[in-house]
């Protein structure tokens, strides 16, 4: 239990570093996820953001910044296999699942559902 | 005829044969629902695109305002109006149906009162004799032409504002029994350095503040002359800080004759953060209730100020401020 | 690329803005920040409970039970937002409801959704990721430059 109680308050820590981006640096929620993911990512380069996975599980993994992370993952995780080429082909390795799982549920919310205003 | 330097006084005043406000289902719960003459109860009203509904409220706002004074689309010499939506296409397209000749405008949220100026100006100086003023906005279209797409989850800040949805017109002529235009101020472009597409009521305020001394200057009245004075959408925010900067300038209105019509329109329950905006704001408020007030004799003389934001998305991508305007109108009963 | 500098303001300007500034209503950071909190912890958590019910019933382990997880809590946020109710939770949860991954499958979905009538190609398929798109973009630019230099510093490191 002790990993749902450490991934609530992760998650909710980097959600508050998001809020505060937005409301006092009067960040677009554009620029905000843009930071957060580019954080990620040079957190994962430098191997501090798996430690963090390993430590609060989703509190981790499900925000955006472990989108970053994975993608850095999957371009040195190439690259050990097949040389440096393997930073460019092996980017969308990790995040494969998630992307498309977005763009086809959007594109079948767009068949079914219409906007509410 | 000239007056001072950017006012018009009309010797012979115009007179409002009819007008009409058209509205959607936010408005139908808001506070004047009941000076509403057509209010729909979903936001397509049986179209398929928010653009579509936007333009469909436009047309029957000017139709129900050409059947209430008895007139036919054939007799109306010019059709003036504009919107919020790119090209115009709201006002183009309805004009496509009317097939009166066309004077697009754009003002962005002053446009009713630019529209309702020209128009008097048209029939005043023998120009016209009869013309129609209209203008609309739409929430789901301006949100999503401007903002973002209605369904996505951007947290809207206090001093943000709701854009109505729904349509006004105004039918002018020469003579008849309705409210009688008496003058207009042309306001020209103020730009306070705001860049907020949040906080308009702040970068709008300036404007409105400038037209009322150019108004009071060019006429030589003072505020006591009218028994209310309505800005257009200044919100809770920028129609406090109108009032200060008025009182700085050494222009006091008094609070009960100084109203904004984003306050008037909906309900202090509704989620509208600072108030109601858009093109329809001023629009549905004045030709719906301010006019029926005047109608009734409830007011004598009333002065709006329709305030405007010009900017558009590009704009405030490439890092520009947002400049803004506003037009007055005197309408007495 | 544009410099992006700031437009110098007059003394006019400079004076109505802290006239105005005195006028508007704060954004309430503190009220935001607990509720960021709470709806983004409690986001993580239903995903920390989807890694828990994928690795415990099925054959996923910690790390490939990832997949599946995102998966889910993607098709649960589009399924709001096509519901019309993301966008409230979201009104109240801010930050909360944007950085988690259910953020980025509603920029998808509301784009998508919104833009139908457009079409499904210019509108559906050329709106999807206008919200998304710098997302996607600096993630991956990012990748790779760090991926470049990590590869490169690896590589120089070991000769």
Redesign the interface.
Known sequence: MI??LL??????????????????FKMT??????T???AG??L??LGLYEPLIEFA???A????????NS??K???AE?ERTG?VG??TG??E?TS???S???I??????L?????G | MLQGHQSWVFKTPPAVLSSAAVGGPFEARGALAEDFDLLHDDLYMGE????KAERKMLEEACSKALEKAGRKKEEVNFFLSGDLINQIISSSFAARTLSIPYLGIFAACSSSMEGLALASLLVDSGAAQLALTATSSHNGAVE?QFR????????????AQWTVTGAGAALIGREGAGPKITAATIGRVV????SDPY?LG?AM??AAVDTLQAHFRDLGFDPSRYDLIVTGDLGR?GH??AY??LI?KGLEIPADKFVDCGLLIYREEQ?VMAGGSGCACSATVTYGHLFNRLRRGELQRLLVVATGALLSPLSYQ????IPCIAHAVAIES | M?K?K??K??P???E??A??AQ???????LT??LR?????????????????FYTTYFNFDRVTA??????S???IA??L????V??H???W?????????????????????????EG?VLG?GGN?F???G???T???F???V???????IK?VGGM
């Open positions: 990993k749902f991934a609530f308050i992760v998650g909710g820590l980097i959600c508050v570093i998001g809020q505060i981006l937005m409301d006092l929620p554009a620029h905000m996820t843009v957060l993911v580019v990512a040079i994962g380069g599980g989703a509190g993994s499900v925000p955006i910044s472990s989108f970053g993608l850095v999957g371009a040195l690259a440096i930073v460019l980017i969308f990790v699942a998630g992307i799982a977005a763009i549920f959007a594109f079948l919310a767009a079914i559902f219409k906007a509410k | 398929s695109s928010f653009e999503k973002y797409p209605t369904e996505y989850g951007a947290q809207k800040p206090p001093t730009d306070m350095g705001i906080n702040t305020a300036p925010v406090q800080i200060d900067l700085k989620p490439q890092k520009e401020s | 544009s992006g700031k437009k303001l007059t006019v300007q400079r109505y803005q006239f105005a006028r508007e209503p704060r954004r309430p950071l935001n920040c960021a909190f709470l709806v983004g912890g409690i986001i993580c958590t239903i995903g920390q409970g989807f890694q828990w990832g997949s599946p997880t995102a998966a809590m993607i098709i589009v399924l937002t096509g519901l019309g993301y966008d939770i979201a009104q949860g801010g930050g909360g409801t944007i950085v988690p991954v259910t953020g980025f499958a509603n920029t998808l979905a509301s784009a998508a959704i919104e833009h139908r009538s499904f559906v999807m206008k919200i998304a710098p997302v996607i600096f993630g991956v990012a990748a790779f760090i991926g470049t230099i990590t590869v490169l590589t």
